[in-house]
């Protein structure tokens, strides 16, 4: 202590207190830094933060759309590898028809933010107090899209960090949003709400409720995902964007079911429902099947802004279709299918008895719902249900990277990813 | 005549010149204010050996406080001496001091010329880094590496990381690509933290400068490789013939007074002072070459079914990109050279990228004022068609002494660099991807005039780096002293990346332009006092503070879509985006360190710093970190044998962190846009309760010198553990946010031993033959993630407790070698990611008439790495030139004659990305130089005192492992040296540099 009292004292004594100064200075440093740019939590629960979390939560559940829909579309071969296995491209696994659990975590982590982020944000609307009863319903309407999507194309259920769960919890919370969606919302978000109610219904076999909420929709409504080419890759339209020629060239029609049918330069009289182009370039890169595929890239989506269609109309004329295959009426189930074909410009379709009907009803379900990310839930729910009638042979694994649809196995839905099981006590592995 | 030089510049009008007139006036004027009524000691400092000059030797009057620094031509000037008997003694760092006894007359002039001899241990030696204030080497009781220039580097390096590679044990320096102007990750003693930078902070004259590179020149959206995939390094804005010493400290022992963001060890360079005297100017011209050793297989190992050159003239052993590549164009005469094909016309038309480099530099002063003024233009071509870099670097460095008691010091260097760059790395808009994947590339045609158009993108960067600072040291009383420096370091960097309309794959062009400002703002101080204790033992308390504020701001303007040709701005384009970006962290601290002597024989330290910082967590506090460190001058007791040499014993222990980053502390939501409208995304999950990670180091070893002052030996043991990691905690992606979070959770650990060893086989009086080797061996191990799952830092790197940090971990073949298809293992740990092993090998021959000739190699061993090109092209089935020789098997013999790891990495039916992983051990030699002064006639001729000229090879012999089949260990990812992981994209491996210079001294 003298020591230190000796200092004390010479520094005193020559007047040098500026370090004594300096060091207190220092010690009233301010710490508390609020950088721009990022929100903290507590500021959405005022009122005005409530339109960008609604408008959030839809985007989260476009993020989980696009990459599902996308992945879900070379596995059930909408689409056929012709390229890039890189940022937008479809890899090795996929293009064998394998949704291994340890390439799926994108998908798994978008779509459960988006689920998350839906129920989240509806409750923080409530706690707050919804500023308008529409911003609520749509925050609904999104929420009941992103279980949807789960319920369609995911093998279990996992909530919040906890246990696996059947498939149905999807379902059950799908329906409970759209519920609320459609009370509280009015005009096309309300119908689409109920569309979408009717496509979670038809999914669970639930036929009569189905229909019910079909009947209402007209042939021409369209509610849609919306996509934007203006905000970078998260935004963008991924089936289209990995298609265009800039640089990808990720996948084509070749090989495909559409090959033949769809319309084209090569079948200007195709249905035209389901378009490509024919290109005499080659997809970007060689794939392990084939080689250097032909880019014939799908024409359905020109543009990596364009929407992708939820629910339509037409969707729930394929719902009552198919629920009467189910109660064994098909003719009348060919009579909505050729009353969809003759509105598109397109010869009917022929059966005569019901395989042949769930044949055709499979096909044009195809058609109706191309690359909107619907395939891989029919593809599932027809095995569950041991649905007569046939898949088109390119739609079918045909066991071999060198042959028929080039899959060497198809697997109908996504497993719990890796990142969920290395992280989550609750799960044990990709099946929970 | 200085006044009509001046007016004589003004009347012309030109700024310019006028600065430079004031400059030169400046220089010829103050010497002249030196007194003349005492006396003057005057005289030049050689080297012994070589017989050169020797600048930067203190010479000063023993106890008088009266002294100067020998400039760069050896001779010295102590004015205003007063008459009487003195010991005159000259000491600098690697040189024996020598001490001359002299008379000084009243208004006389003494001459004293001095000898001096390289010394292996300097005890004496003043150190600076990881003391507060100043401290004797025999003090320090850790390891401090230093490089004294003008000594130790013969060869002028390109920039500093080239100065520095090879040299110091227990540091790794290496390059990223080709990519002109391109910074080196730099390592010391491995990997420290898993998150956060593992670059060690820089500091230069004191003040705190950006170690993390500037940013990348890439679009704020689209994939993020459509760049040339490097970035420049702010340590290459220092001018490498403006530095006279470098410090390196490499550890938590040694670097706790720096506290938070110190763990990774500190770089301090110390730039030329003037000396008193009359100005001496140094001028130096190089002119060099820059060219690439092969990295890819010989073309005699292609299989029958291909063709000896691509469709553009490229071979294998560039992987097809030499008919773009300066120094390996194909000839002109060659059938395959198409029209408007740059090409080999014959003699001295490619030889490679040209590199020119002119420095100047002026130093002098009066016994209280006293300056170093330099400046250095360089302009380099790269090995890449586009790139080219031009950099101005100014220097203005003042010493000022208005009392006794005050000295102020103000150093001050601006650079501007330009940089043009072509698209390289993992860019399918790139040239270098699209010419490695030949005709599978994103054109499906690998023809010269399908390729060329990628040349279109313009990449160009301007930095514009600023770094002054101003110390004022005042010493109120003999014993007592304050140091205050204040440091600004601003750098402004404006990245323009244009795709122009009609670009081969954006044919409605894109163009990004962004402006850039890192700045860091540092306030330090330090007190010290010398206190004589009882019992002889003397102690110096000091205590202090530190501030350092960074910010980090940018703004990008996006456009594409624009309606035609032309040179674009953003407001042309069909759709604009506007991107802006802000940080600011604040890290402050207070230390206080306590110093005992023995003796002069045994030395204590004690001190602990206590910092703040913005990125902890609120409910974190300060953190404290201790630091304790001894030295025993062994060869100064008793029993001692003089003949037995010196030797000093010493062994530290300390504490230093590393911050979380800005965000991490607090739970965010994203402001995203949708459609024009805004939206929020979750974010991060938050953790009020984080802070810094804390590295304790324990480290011992010795340094002597033997043999009669032929041997040194510097041995260090060191051991780390980094407690509180900060590990990114991977969040269930069920409960919304996917992003991980930073936690304090982890636990890892380092150790290792480095040695240094010098022995002068020759030393007479004309020749001198030294040899020298460091060997440094490290190893890491991840010793706990506090319960949390094993996660991946990117590139296969993994942090997996029981394994190196960070380990690379793929699938793997288990029968490698068997002819049969392979069985595949998950998750096989193939080693770390940073070498294990780093041997530096160096000699210097000084031989009759001033020649130096000097060598100096290195080698990495024991690291892992993804040649990620390979897997790229692998799964795409490109004809990868890697494979060549099991194609050729494949092709001769069968495919059973194939292995098994074969099959796997060649075969597209076994395809992983993860039978990418190869060793990374390579041996290079760093640099072959010879140096030869210029007869003395010819420099007096020039009116110089003395020139020399200096040939050098540097990276111009390589070796690497041969499982490496393709590239290069110095190959980096798309973010050039600020990854945490090593693994290659499709670069061109850095250079080999030929390099002439004539450096003449005024």
Known sequence: MKHIARIASSMTHKGALLPVALVTVLAACDFDVVNPGRVQEEFLFEVEAQQAIVKGIGRAASEAQNWVGYTGAAITREVHPSGSTGSFGITVEWQNGELDYETVNTHWNLSQRARWWGDDGVAKIMETGASEQSLLAEAYLWAGYAYRLLGENFCVSVIDGESAGARSVYYDRAIARFDQAASLGSGEMAMAAVAGRAAVKAFMGDWAGAVSDASGIPDGFVWEMPYFDTEGDATRNRIQFATQNEPYKAHTQKFTKYEDYAQSDNNPAGDPRVPYRVTDETGDAAVQCCGQVPWWPQQKYTNAGDNIPLSKGTEMRMIEAEAMLVSGEWQGAMDKINALRSAAGVEAATASNAAEAWTALKHERGIVTWLEGRRLGDFFRWNRDNTPGDRHPLEMPSGSQHEGSHLVQQDLCFPIARGEVDTNPNINGPTG | ?1002
Not at chain 2, 733 to 746: C, D, I, K, M, W
Not at chain 2, 820 to 829: G, H, K, R, S, V
């Open chain 2, 1 to 1002: 005549m200085v006044n009509r030089l001046l007016e004589s510049v003004r009347s012309r009008g030109s700024g310019a010149a006028f600065a430079g007139a004031a400059l030169l006036a400046f220089a010829l004027a103050v010497p002249a204010v030196a007194h003349a009524q005492d006396g003057t000691v005057t005289g030049s400092v050689t080297d012994a050996a070589s017989q050169r000059p020797v600048g930067s030797v203190q010479v000063h009057l023993v106890g008088t406080g009266l002294g100067t620094l020998s400039r760069d031509n050896g001779r010295f000037i102590i004015l205003n001496v007063p008459p009487g008997d003195y010991t005159l003694r000259a000491e600098r760092i690697g040189f024996t001091a020598v001490e001359a006894q002299i008379t000084v007359g009243a208004g006389g002039t003494v001459q004293q010329d001095f000898n001096l001899s390289a010394q292996a241990l300097g005890l004496d030696e003043i150190v600076v880094t990881g003391t507060a204030g100043a401290a004797r080497r025999r003090e320090v009781g850790n390891s401090v590496s230093q490089l004294n220039i003008e000594e130790e580097v013969v060869a002028p390096p390109q920039n500093v990381d080239a100065l520095l590679q090879g040299r110091v044990p227990g540091m790794s320096v290496t390059q990223s690509s080709a990519s002109v102007g391109g910074g080196a990750m730099i390592r010391l003693r491995g990997n420290v933290s898993m998150t956060q930078s593992n670059q060690p902070l820089i500091y230069v004259d004191g003040v705190r400068v950006r170690s993390s590179g500037f940013a990348k020149n890439v679009p704020p959206i689209g994939y993020s490789g459509r760049s040339n995939n490097d970035v420049s390094s702010p340590l290459n804005s220092i001018s490498p013939q403006d530095i006279e010493r470098v410090e390196v400290i490499k550890g938590a022992a040694a670097t706790t007074l720096y506290g938070t963001e110190a763990s990774a060890g500190v770089i301090q360079i110390f730039t030329k002072r003037g000396s008193v005297g009359e100005a001496t100017w140094t001028g130096q011209i190089n002119q060099g070459l820059a060219r690439n050793l092969t990295f890819g297989p010989d073309p005699s190992l292609r299989p029958p079914s291909e063709n000896p050159t691509s469709l553009s003239g490229g071979r294998s052993d560039f992987l097809f990109i030499n008919p773009w590549l300066r120094g390996h164009k194909p000839k002109c005469d060659d059938a395959i050279v198409v029209a408007d094909q740059p090409c080999d016309s014959g003699l001295f038309s490619d030889m490679g990228a040209h590199q020119q480099n002119y420095a100047l530099s002026v130093g002098g002063g009066a016994e209280n004022i006293r300056y170093f003024v330099s400046g250095a233009f360089e302009s380099d071509d790269g090995v890449l068609p586009n790139d080219h870099e031009d950099k101005l670097i100014l220097r203005g460095n003042f010493t000022f002494s208005p009392r006794e008691d005050l000295q102020l010091q103000w150093n001050t260097s601006y650079t501007n660099d330009q940089l043009a760059h072509t698209a390289g790395g993992n860019n399918a808009h790139g040239m270098t991807l699209n010419t490695f994947r030949r005709d599978r590339n994103y054109l499906n045609d690998e023809s010269f005039n399908a390729i060329n158009p990628f040349l279109n993108q313009e990449i160009t960067t301007q930095i514009d780096h600023l770094i002054t600072g101003l110390t004022a040291t005042y010493s109120p009383m003999a014993n007592f002293s304050n140091r205050l420096s204040i440091g600004y370091d601003l750098a402004q960097q404006d990245n323009r990346n244009l795709r122009p309309f009609g670009f081969i794959r954006a044919p409605t062009g894109i163009l990004a332009t962004s402006r850039y400002e890192f700045n860091t703002l540092t306030f330090d101080y330090v007190g010290s006092m010398d206190v004589e204790l009882p019992s002889g033992i003397r102690s110096a308390l000091s205590f202090g503070g530190q501030s350092v504020t960074t910010r980090s701001e940018v703004t990008t303007a996006y456009g594409d879509n624009f309606p035609g040709p032309g040179d674009p701005d953003v407001d042309n384009a069909g759709n604009t985006l506007g991107f802006e970006d802000r940080t600011r962290v604040v890290n402050a601290g207070l230390f206080v360190e306590s110093k005992f002597d023995f003796s002069n024989k045994y030395f204590l330290i004690a001190g602990v710093r206590v910092d703040g910082n913005s990125a902890f967590g609120a409910d974190f506090g300060f953190q404290a970190y201790p630091k304790v460190s001894g030295s025993y001058i062994i060869s100064d007791e008793d029993f001692w044998n003089e003949g037995w040499g010196s030797m000093k014993l010493r062994a530290a222990w300390g504490q230093a962190g590393r911050a979380p980053g800005a965000f991490d502390a607090v739970r965010t939501f994203g402001a995203a846009g949708w459609g024009g409208v805004p939206a929020f995304l979750p974010s991060n999950v938050g953790n009020p309760e984080v802070g810094p990670e804390t590295t304790t180091e324990l480290e011992a070893g010795f340094e002597g010198s033997f043999v009669d002052d032929r041997l040194a030996l510097d041995f260090t043991y060191f051991t780390q553990n980094t407690a509180q990691a900060l590990f990114s905690v991977r969040q269930i992606p069920s409960l919304g946010f996917t992003s991980s979070q930073l936690a304090n959770v982890g636990e890892l650990a380092n150790s290792g031993m480095e040695l240094g060893l010098t022995y002068s086989i020759i030393r007479n009086d004309t020749w001198t033959w030294d040899i020298g080797s460091t060997l440094s061996l490290h190893d890491s191990e991840i010793i706990s993630l506090g319960g949390s799952p094993s996660f991946s830092i990117g590139g296969f790197g993994w942090v997996v407790e029981g394994h190196p940090a960070p380990v690379i971990r793929s699938d793997c073949v288990t029968n490698p070698d068997a002819h049969a298809d392979p069985i595949i293992e998950d998750d096989c740990y193939h080693g770390p990611n940073q070498a294990t092993t780093i041997a530096g090998m160096h000699t210097t021959f000084q031989l009759p008439g001033g020649i130096t000739i000097a060598a100096r190699a290195e080698y990495q061993g024991g690291a892992f790495m993804s040649n990620g090109p390979q897997a790229a092209a692998t799964r795409r089935s490109v004809r990868w030139a890697g494979c060549f020789e099991a194609y050729n098997t494949w092709e001769t013999q069968g495919y059973a004659a194939l292995t098994a790891e074969e099959r796997a990495r060649c075969d597209l039916q076994f395809y992983q990305s993860d039978f990418s992983i190869q060793p990374a051990d390579f041996f290079k030699i760093r640099e072959l130089s010879f140096q030869a002064p210029l007869p003395e006639a010819w420099a007096s001729m020039a009116g110089a005192s003395r020139a020399n000229v200096t040939i050098s090879g540097r990276n111009f012999f390589r070796w690497v492992d041969p499982l490496m089949r393709t590239l290069d260990p110095e190959v980096g990812g798309n973010v050039g040296f600020n990854t945490r992981v090593r693994s290659m994209t499709e670069h061109v491996p850095p250079p080999a540099f030929y390099t002439f210079a004539l450096q003449v001294v005024f």
